[in-house]
């Protein structure tokens, strides 16, 4: 009901503001925007679930993540498919791997320092029960 409601648009506006962040950081530009496919044509053949930050500013303005939690699936998605198309031993494959890396502990960091644990406590709490 409306105080329901209240936490998740809470939620909402916290998570643009992670997002905003990850994807303004010049160190994340490779996941900012989906892989294109037209210069990249092998990547939906390797990596079933894309995903990247567009994206996931699109879904909270979809109210599709109903606590932090779910969001960070989504940054360990990010990082999975870096590390999954990205092997080789080259430079550029370690660099994004290490990028990815990156990402995630930047991601895990700010959101655990800057949001309330309570806060997504009720938040799963909501989620839970939908
Ligand atoms: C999250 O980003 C990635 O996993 N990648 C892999 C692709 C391979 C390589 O780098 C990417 C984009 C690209 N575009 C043109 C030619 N080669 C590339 C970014």
Do not use: G, W
Not at 1 to 30: Q, S, V
Not at 62 to 73: G, P, R, V
Not at 88 to 105: E, G, V, Y
């Amino acid at each position: 009901f409306e105080t329901e409601e209240h936490t998740l648009r809470e939620l909402r506006i916290f998570l643009r503001e992670i997002c905003k962040k990850l994807a303004n950081n010049r160190l994340f530009y490779m996941f900012t925007k989906p892989v294109d496919t037209e210069e990249v044509p092998d990547y939906p053949t390797i990596i079933k679930q894309p995903m990247d930050l567009e994206t996931m500013m699109t879904k909270v303005d979809f109210h599709q993540y109903e606590c932090a939690k779910d969001f960070l699936n989504d940054i360990e998605l990010i990082v999975q498919n870096a590390l999954e198309y990205n092997p080789a031993k080259t430079s550029a494959d370690k660099q994004i791997r290490h990028r990815a890396c990156s990402l995630r502990d930047y991601a895990f960091t700010l959101i655990k320092n800057e949001m309330d644990s309570d806060f997504e406590d009720k938040c799963q709490d909501i989620s839970k029960k939908r």
